[in-house]
Each structure stands twice: as structure tokens, then as C-alpha cells.
């Protein structure tokens, strides 16, 4: 992880400032050691003798032929390592798909580390699949699958439905990466359109053994959309697909291959996404190790041992990035202003997933452009401040993981020349952020537990 985080210094003539930058940075750090994903693969997995112990489950590794690991998302290199560890040369096989250019020095022999595009799917991403389904197929009843998933899965393991080329996907992503969507929508459309989405892995590892690790990146941890759920029940349909692109506007515009799949599913012509009771999920045993509620409460700890009076507001954000900022900035003046609903010195901490409905020709990410909108709304206010983190490192197509903002940032900018307001049209938070030395900049984590702010008042 960098240090010291890209925004954390002294500011001379606010010390309430500097120690909202440094305590901003402590917090970060206490909710990403929280979720690191060893640590959390250790902490629900034992092994004594044969024994794998699960929460509660033992699987007895000795009556298996073969154990193949396979997953993808961003945490998923670390959690192979740990499985590696753990298992040693009792892994046959393995393969995970993560993000290209995060993947850490790996140590492991049996279990390989595809490098793939994310958000956008890539070749690489679909070859990897396709490797993974090929381990998948031949396997029987007297086999194990240990499946790793953690956030970014959905766009790094992409396996094409019949046809669909690998082009219609990445101009769909990128049109509902635009639109607004949220995860969920979004990953409902990919469930309608893959072969390993939405429980259809668990239906291509049938009748092997299933224990599915999840590191969760979405608000609330449905495990049907944490990377678009491969080996959990679909509650969704092809119905439902095709309104969400309908509520976006996405129709007009929608690939013929893409359009026609849809529509020969909602006419039966092809089969829906496994559903609860498909003997698909007969064996398989899906649990989280990890989530933004643990990183949340992390952080809420360390504030409190930092001598803040502290709240965790939710883990349930969600909206326009901009609409949220606006209420996080009303909640920070309240404080301020009454005490209300808790008293100064103050740490409000909230998680979940923003949107960015993107109409500018800017850089930036949700986290980043939900710190300008705060700095704009708390303009003039002060002794007041806003810290936000995507928790994997890197907050839309940037290195920066978030940003930092403060009653004084907009008249800072002032002062160099940036206009908050314009920036915050063209959606370009990072370049703003970026010139005036705010940029929250971690470094690809190793984790994905959705996004993270921390207001600060007083």
C-alpha cells in the first residue's frame, strides 16, 4: 500500500485539518487490514489432518479424486495464496483470473494467475474462462471445487453465451458502465448473456463438490451478484434484463446478437439461469469471508480509539454520486451546527456503492467525483471534511482510490485557477483532485469490499 496515502500533510494554519488527513489515512488503513483477504481466508478455513473445516461443515479431503481452485476478482491472488498454503500438493489444479497490472508476486505452484481487463472483459478474461470451464466439465461426484470470488469477477471471468462475440459484451459494459446502472443491474444483464454467470459454473462443476469463498463487493452482500454469482441460485430472468436496459435508454442502440439472445429467452426458446432447487446447487456451500460491514466497523474502532465520538451510518449507500455527497454534506452541518446526530469532535463513517451517470469528457470515478460534490456543498464551512475510498485501489479508471475534500477546498481551487463547478460537469474529479494534491492514492490493495467515507466534523 503507498504511503502516506497522497493527501496526508501539514496544513500550518489548520491543525484540525492535518489531523483529519492523518486520522482519514489510520482509518483507511484499519478497514483494509479488516478485509484483508489471507487474514479472511484463514479465518473461516482449518485444516487438521484431512479435515477442511468450513463454519461448522468438515469436508473430508481424503474421499476426493481431485481438488481444483478456480475463481476470479480483484482479492482473488491472495486468496489462492492462502488456499495454496492451507492445501499444499493436496490441489490438483488450479486457476484464478484477476485484474491485469495488480496482481502481486505470486508464490503458489498449483494454482495459476490469469491476468485479465477490468471493467472492460478482454480475450485474456475469455480465454481464462474457457480454461476454467475446461477443468470444470470433466469433473464427477468424487471430486472438490474450491471456488474463489471477490469483486471485479463479473468482468474478469466472461465466458460468451452461444452467439455472442466477446465485442458485443465490451460495448454493452461500457454503455451500462455510462448509463448509471448500478451493480446489480448490471450484472443481471451479464447473468443473461454468459455461460458461467448467474449459478451456471456451479451447473458446469455438477456433480463435483462446490465450497465457494466470497470476498463481497456489493452493497448488502447478495451473493447472486457478487461477480454475477457462478455458483449461486439466479433469482433473475431474461425479462428482467432487457428492462434494465429499457429504463436506461439502451435499446434504441442494442446489439443484434445481443437483442436477439434476450429476446429468445423471454419467448423460452432457450433456458433461463438456474433457479432455487436446480440439483446444480445440490453440493455447493457458498460463504462469505468478507464484506463492507467488517471493513466498516474496522474503521469505526480505530476512530473511536482516536478519541472521536463515532457513528456507522450505513452500508447500504447507494445513488448519484453527487446526490449522496450533498446529503453526506448536509449530515456533516447538522453536526456541526446542533450536535446532532452526534457530537463534535465527530467520525461518521458510511459504506456501499455510488453511480456516475458520466455526460462530461473527464477523468475520475464515483468516490472521487462524490468528494468534489461534497467539497462544493461544504463550501465556507469549517473544520469540516470528507474522505472517500474505493477499498480496492482504484476508483474507476484512475490510480487514485478516492479523494479528500474540506470546507476550504473549493476556495483553494479558487485560488489556483480551477473552478469546483466546472470540473464537476465534466466529470474530471481526478484531474481536480490531482492539482491540488488530494488524490487518495493507495495502491492496488489486494481487496474488494465496495467503497468506504469518512466525514469528519470538528
Not at 431474461?238 to 442502440?253: H, P, Q, T
Not at 464515483?366 to 470528507?386: F, K, M, P, S, T
Request: hydrophobic share 45%; aromatic share 4%; net charge negative.
Amino acid at each position: 500500500m503507498a504511503e502516506p496515502f497522497g493527501f496526508v500533510r501539514n496544513i500550518a494554519e489548520n491543525p484540525v485539518e492535518t489531523r483529519h488527513r492523518e486520522d482519514a489515512a489510520a482509518l483507511m488503513r484499519a478497514a483494509l487490514d479488516a478485509v484483508n483477504p489471507r487474514l479472511a481466508i484463514r479465518s473461516v478455513l482449518s485444516l487438521a489432518a484431512d479435515a477442511l473445516h468450513v463454519q461448522g461443515k468438515v469436508y473430508d479431503l481424503g474421499r476426493y479424486r481431485k481438488i481444483v481452485v478456480v475463481g476470479a476478482g480483484k482479492a482473488t491472488p491472495s486468496m489462492a495464496e492462502a488456499v495454496e498454503e492451507m492445501l499444499g500438493d493436496r490441489i490438483s489444479e488450479g486457476l484464478v483470473i484477476a485484474k491485469r497490472g495488480q496482481v502481486p508476486r505470486h508464490k503458489g505452484r498449483r494454482i495459476q494467475i490469469v491476468e485479465a481487463s477490468h471493467p472492460t472483459p478482454d480475450e485474456a478474461g475469455l480465454q481464462g474462462a474457457q480454461r476454467i470451464a475446461d477443468l470444470l466439465e470433466p469433473l464427477g461426484p468424487r471430486d472438490l471445487v474450491i471456488a474463489l470470488f471477490s469483486g471485479g469477477g463479473s468482468a474478469l471471468l466472461t465466458l460468451p453465451a452461444s452467439g455472442i462475440r466477446l465485442a458485443d459484451l465490451q460495448e454493452l459494459t461500457q454503455a451500462l458502465l455510462k448509463s448509471g446502472a448500478t451493480i446489480n443491474e448490471i450484472n443481471c444483464v451479464r447473468k443473461h448473456l454468459s455461460l458461467v454467470k448467474g449459478g451456471q459454473l456451479a451447473r458446469l462443476a455438477h456433480p463435483a463438490t462446490v465450497l465457494s469463498l466470497i470476498l463481497s463487493d456489493v452493497v448488502g452482500s447478495p451473493l447472486d451478484v457478487v461477480a454475477s454469482g457462478p455458483t449461486v441460485p439466479d433469482p433473475t430472468t431474461f425479462e428482467d434484463a432487457w428492462r434494465i436496459l429499457e429504463r436506461y435508454n439502451l435499446i434504441r442502440g442494442l446489439n443484434p446478437n445481443i437483442r436477439g439472445r434476450l429476446q429468445a429467452g423471454m419467448a423460452g426458446a432457450i433456458p433461463e439461469t438456474p433457479k432455487e432447487g436446480d440439483p446444480a446447487f445440490q453440493n455447493v456451500h457458498n460463504v462469505v469471508i468478507g464484506s463492507n460491514e467488517i471493513a466498516a466497523a474496522a474503521a469505526v474502532a480505530e476512530a473511536r480509539n482516536r478519541g472521536y465520538n463515532t457513528l456507522l451510518l450505513t452500508t447500504y449507500l447507494e445513488g448519484e454520486a453527487r446526490h449522496v455527497a450533498r446529503a453526506l454534506a448536509a449530515i456533516a452541518k447538522e453536526c456541526a451546527h446542533s450536535g446532532n446526530p452526534v457530537a463534535p469532535p465527530a467520525c461518521i463513517v458510511a459504506g456501499g456503492e455510488t453511480t456516475v451517470t458520466v455526460t462530461g469528457a473527464g477523468l475520475g470515478g464515483r468516490n472521487q467525483e462524490l468528494a468534489l460534490a461534497a467539497a462544493i456543498a461544504l463550501e465556507g464551512w469549517r473544520d469540516v471534511a470528507l474522505a472517500t475510498l474505493a477499498t480496492d485501489g482504484g476508483d474507476g479508471p484512475t490510480d487514485a482510490a478516492g479523494g479528500f475534500a474540506t470546507g476550504e477546498t473549493v476556495a483553494r481551487a479558487r485560488a489556483a485557477g480551477l473552478a469546483a463547478r466546472d470540473y464537476l460537469d465534466n466529470n474530471d474529479s481526478y484531474h481536480f483532485f490531482q492539482a491540488l494534491g488530494d488524490r487518495v492514492i493507495t495502491g492496488p490493495t489486494g481487496t474488494n469490499v465496495n467503497d468506504l467515507a469518512f466525514l469528519f466534523v470538528g
